[in-house]
T-cell receptor
């Protein structure tokens, strides 16, 4: 069964600190992995997208890693800001269908305190 | 900024009413999707479309229906709303191949 598991479920950190969010998946055949940021009551916004051959991708203070062998990904946030408070969702796409089905994790709820 | 729009953003209606949630995108994307998301939970695919006149049901069973008469428009309709339909509904679109999906801001539906 294709699944995406994220940890931790929730995380509280102080402003300026770094944090790392984890994503494990069993989706096969794998196409790409995306990290989205979703503010409360709004739609998800893409942070990074990585294919099988990519190990690391950065977007400002966000750095995503991918290990396609172990089927694990991480999202590292550097020097956190209050505006980073949101749900971070790991999404894995398969290439076994024309649709390129998206499989969503439940997200990690990040809260940044001043 | 993604060019995909949902209206209304918030809707509170009575049981038994018929409602249509609107979704439009100006990116010329062929693939469009509707997701349902309860608070703190993951997104569940309820409908998708490959293009005009193409609609399919998703992984999560839903009493809603959709239509795709124009590429840019993918409305979702509930013929008779019930309290169990209370949720957030997110519309998304993506282009050719296995590319990024862009999401709308969502419609928060409350049925009383």
């Amino acid at each position: 069964k294709n699944q995406v598991e994220q940890s931790p479920q929730s995380l509280i950190i102080l402003e300026g600190k770094n944090c790392t969010l984890q994503c494990n998946y069993t989706v096969s055949p794998f196409s790409n992995l995306r990290w989205y940021k979703q503010d409360t009551g709004r739609g998800p916004v893409s942070l990074t997208i990585m294919t099988f051959s990519e190990n690391t991708k950065s977007n400002g203070r966000y750095t995503a890693t991918l290990d396609a062998d172990t089927k694990q990904s991480s999202l590292h946030i550097t020097a956190s800001q209050l505006s980073d408070s949101a749900s971070y969702i790991c999404v894995v796409s398969d290439r076994g269908s024309t649709l390129g089905r998206l499989y969503f994790g439940r997200g990690t709820q990040l809260t940044v305190w001043p | 900024e993604a060019d995909i729009y949902q209206t209304p953003r918030y809707l509170v209606i009575g049981t038994g009413k018929k409602i249509t949630l609107e979704c439009s995108q100006t990116m010329g994307h062929d693939k469009m999707y509707w997701y349902q998301q309860d608070p703190g939970m993951e997104l569940h695919l309820i409908h998708y479309s490959y293009g005009v006149n193409s609609t399919e049901k998703g992984d999560l069973s839903s009493e809603s229906t959709v239509s795709r008469i124009r590429t840019e428009h993918f409305p979702l309709t509930l013929e008779s709303a019930r309290p169990s339909h209370t949720s957030q509904y997110l519309c998304a679109s993506s282009g050719a191949g296995n590319t990024e999906a862009f999401f709308g801001q969502g419609t928060r539906l409350t049925v009383v």
